[in-house]
């Protein structure tokens, strides 16, 4: 049985930091691309930040140089580095899986397996 599990969000004010952990069972991480997704109350979901097996790095353009995506292939978890949280990322993150990368992260629905999703809130 394959699960996402994640875990690190929580209330930080405007300007703090968060690392959000996707810890992996039932599957080889390093055989999937991986994806950070959020979904704001009210609005749609949209990627935050994607890698794939070999390490390449994608991210939406409102995160760039405040969040970075990594993984520990030797723990099976991929990771989501928060910094300069602002009001504006609060939403409740969840990772995902995809076992082909088509050269995009962005569509939902190639993806093969979600986890449960965390809330992060900012406050300001």
């Known amino acids: 049985q394959v699960q996402l599990v994640e875990s690190g969000g929580g209330l930080v004010q405007a300007g703090g930091s968060l690392r959000l952990s996707c810890a992996a069972s039932g599957l080889t991480l390093t055989s999937y691309a991986m994806g950070w997704f959020r979904q704001a109350l009210g609005k749609q979901r949209e990627l935050v930040a994607g890698i794939t097996s070999g390490g390449y790095t994608n991210y939406a353009d409102s995160v760039k140089g405040r969040l970075t995506i990594s993984r520990d292939n030797a723990k099976n978890t991929v990771y989501l580095q928060m910094n300069g949280l602002k009001p504006e990322d609060t939403a409740v993150y969840s990772c995902?899986?995809?076992?082909?990368?088509?050269?995009?992260?962005?569509?939902?629905?190639?993806?093969?397996?979600w986890g449960q999703g965390t809330q992060v809130t900012v406050s300001s």
């Open positions: 995902a899986a995809r076992r082909y990368y088509s050269g995009s992260f962005l569509n939902p629905r190639e993806y093969n397996y």
